[in-house]
């Protein structure tokens, strides 16, 4: 497990005033008010002093941050916070995306099929991404019960059961038919 979790990004200025936009990665935006954030080489600390809701996104001053120049050089900073700072995780089925990145992948069978690299939410529901063990192009898997039947955090590592649809479509790259 990490020590520091990310938690939110830094979009761009808004207004003149020093506002941001700022992209919250849990489930509770309102909570980031009550960490103290810190950039990703941890020696830059931030506090958020005003938050609101906007269409997709968060509007946030930050603590001694006065002025569109000074907004604009945070952009694309990604905010972390200490991992003893965050609250547990709800129950067995609930997993902090930092502590899923690295975990080895197995097949059923027990067979490596790779290493997570990333999690994903593109609006219908989390997605988990591998890189192949033999290297190639990494695969992308729902992040179901039914995809992802075991997770085990512990002895560092998940179960990634292929639905057919995604296993018949790798195949199909497999081979040149010749055909036009």
């Known amino acids: 497990m990490t020590d520091r979790v990310l938690i939110a990004r830094i979009g761009a200025p808004h207004g003149v005033r020093g506002e941001v936009r700022l992209f919250a990665f849990g489930e509770d935006p309102g909570a980031l008010r009550d960490y ?9 600390t931030f506090r958020i002093a005003a938050l609101r809701a906007a269409k997709d996104h968060f509007v946030a001053r930050l603590k001694d941050v006065d002025d569109r120049n000074t907004a604009e ?3 694309n900073t990604d905010l972390y916070v200490s991992r003893a700072d965050l609250p547990p995780a709800e129950d067995e089925d609930t997993f902090y995306h930092a502590d899923l990145i690295g975990l080895a992948v197995d097949d059923p069978a027990g067979a490596r099929l790779g ?8 609006g219908a529901g989390d997605i988990l991404e591998f890189a192949p063990t033999e ?3 990494s695969r992308l898997v729902p992040f179901t019960k039914a995809a992802v039947p075991v997770v ?8 990634v059961d292929l639905p057919p649809e995604i296993e018949a479509r790798e195949g199909e790259g497999d081979s040149e038919s010749g055909e036009d």
Not at 36 to 44: F, I, K, P, Q
Not at 116 to 122: E, K, S
Not at 152 to 159: K, P, S, T
Request: proline residues 0%.
């Open 36 to 44: 103290a954030l810190t950039d990703e080489s941890g020696r830059r």
């Open 73 to 75: 050089a945070l952009t």
């Open 115 to 122: 290493t997570v690299t990333a999690m994903h939410d593109f």
């Open 135 to 137: 290297g190639g192009t």
């Open 152 to 159: 085990d955090l512990a002895g560092r590592r998940l179960v």
